[in-house]
């Protein structure tokens, strides 16, 4: 992969190219970005660069072999980690080698995939991807053999915050005595998930959210979007390259989440003194709670930036909000208004609660009926 393909982040590119021409590359490297900055792709080309002993950001002048294993990921000095569960074909122990065909496919498609995209991929249900002690032992064992072409030998975790406890604990161990030769690039959008003795044994590199010129740019440049749109579509993105290339294809949401947040708003307002409403509340929450584990937290982080959204239109911040609503007769500026300062923080704290209590595998349908109720009370305080 090539630095050119990458979009913005050219002070990131500039300081990993000039820090490996000298000679000076860490041992470990934690990439903290939002999702679509680039974080995956960035890490690919620098393994490159690095593994293929490149000279310019073309990632050429150095071994023409090399950089053709790159082209399908299958070099055999450059592994990756990432979260995966069980399925028909791998009912036990699943761990990262099991899916090295689906992961190649998936980075080939889109290198800025998010990981509710890398689970779709998988086919993931009602479980929650997790890098295990397989994974681990996985590692231990890749980088205890010598590499195959005499250099370093990388390995790329993508999405390190998944890691459970022993997994960490016996990466730890090898962070703290590395192999010679070794490079290892962590990869997050969540620093601090992961554990503070493997934070302060890497290098971190902070990657900020996508200018919308480079997005809009990009969209025009590559894919042929009209430029007016393609800066509408940049604009709505926030940053986020994945998200951009969703919007433009209509394929965003898989789930009508805006229907589900409007349905659940309006019956939170109608079951103010009237009892039936709460019926349709119940409704809702067993609605919802029917999805997958990750579909269900995807929903509440996008009910968290739909109040975020409302919450900026009620201060008359208008050029920050970026959300465009469909729903008949729902009209984000007539919402605003019951959204503010004294019931933003608290419902906020509501919708975060719910999040950290379904990825701890707790009754969705519990859960999201107590959200709603306490919702109901929440929306109406002025």
């Not at 399908?72 to 761990?95: A, G, I, Q």
């Not at 969705?364 to 109720?373: E, M, R, V």
Request: hydrophobic letters at 40%; one cysteine or more.
């Amino acid at each position: 992969m090539q630095f050119s393909e990458i979009l913005g982040q050219e002070y990131i590119k500039n300081h990993l190219t000039t820090s490996a021409l000298l000679g000076r590359i860490p041992h470990a490297q934690l990439f903290i970005g939002p999702e679509g900055c680039g974080t995956l792709a960035i890490a690919i080309a620098y393994a490159q660069f690095v593994l293929c002993n490149n000279i310019d950001r073309e990632n050429a002048g150095g071994n023409d072999s090399c950089n053709l294993k790159f082209k399908t990921l299958s070099h055999p000095d450059l592994h990756f980690v990432y979260p995966n569960v069980t399925n028909e074909e791998v009912k036990t122990k699943p761990k990262s080698s099991d899916f090295i065909i689906d992961w190649r496919e998936f980075v080939s498609q889109n290198s800025y995939g998010s990981l509710f995209d890398w689970y779709n991929h998988l086919g993931v249900q009602n479980k929650q991807g997790e890098i295990r002690v397989d994974d681990a032992q996985d590692i231990l064992k890749s980088l205890a053999l010598k590499s195959y072409e005499g250099g370093y030998k990388i390995m790329i975790v993508w999405m390190a915050d998944k890691m459970n406890i022993a997994a960490s604990n016996k990466l730890l161990k090898l962070l703290e005595e590395p192999p010679e030769k070794t490079l290892f690039i962590l990869i997050s959008e969540n620093e601090e998930d992961i554990i503070q003795t493997i934070r302060s044994r890497c290098q971190v590199l902070h990657f900020g959210a996508l200018p919308e010129s480079i997005i809009s740019e990009a969209l025009v440049s590559r894919l042929d979007v009209e430029p007016k749109k393609a800066a509408i579509l940049a604009h709505q993105a926030q940053g986020n390259y994945n998200k951009a290339l969703h919007l433009l294809h209509e394929d965003g949401e898989e789930f009508p989440f805006e229907k589900w947040f409007v349905d659940w708003v309006r019956a939170a307002f109608r079951a103010k003194g009237n009892a039936t409403a709460i019926l349709d509340l119940i409704s809702w929450s067993e609605e919802i709670a029917s999805l997958g584990r990750e579909a269900q937290k995807k929903f509440l982080n996008y009910c968290i930036d739909m109040f975020r959204q409302a919450l900026l239109l009620n201060y008359h911040t208008e050029k920050l909000v970026y959300i465009e609503t469909t729903v008949e007769k729902f009209k984000l500026e007539n919402f605003a208004p019951f959204v503010n300062g004294n019931n933003i923080n608290a419902i906020f704290s509501e919708l975060s609660d719910a999040i950290y209590h379904i990825e701890r595998n707790g009754n969705a349908k519990i859960i999201l009926t107590d959200l709603s109720i306490k919702l109901t009370r929440l929306i109406h305080k002025k």
